[in-house]
């Protein structure tokens, strides 16, 4: 998905780039650099499609794989 569309979307849900990054203690930079896909970090990622109601893969393509649960033995 485009960044713009990522960035209308979390403005659409009522909030901003600068709050999420403050709920989650972590730079704005950072969520920006994430969503424009210059970053990788998984739990803003995953932070950003819990609030947009879909998985970072359907976001990044191929840059957030579901990884495959592990089986205790």
Known sequence: MHPEQIKALIRMKGTTLSALADSMCRSRMLVSNVIHG????????????????????????????????????
Do not use: H
């Open 38 to 73: 210059r970053a990788v970090s998984r739990p803003v990622a995953e932070r950003i499609a819990t609030l947009l109601g879909c998985q970072a893969d359907q976001l990044w393509p191929g840059k957030y794989a579901v990884a495959p649960k592990r089986r205790r033995v």
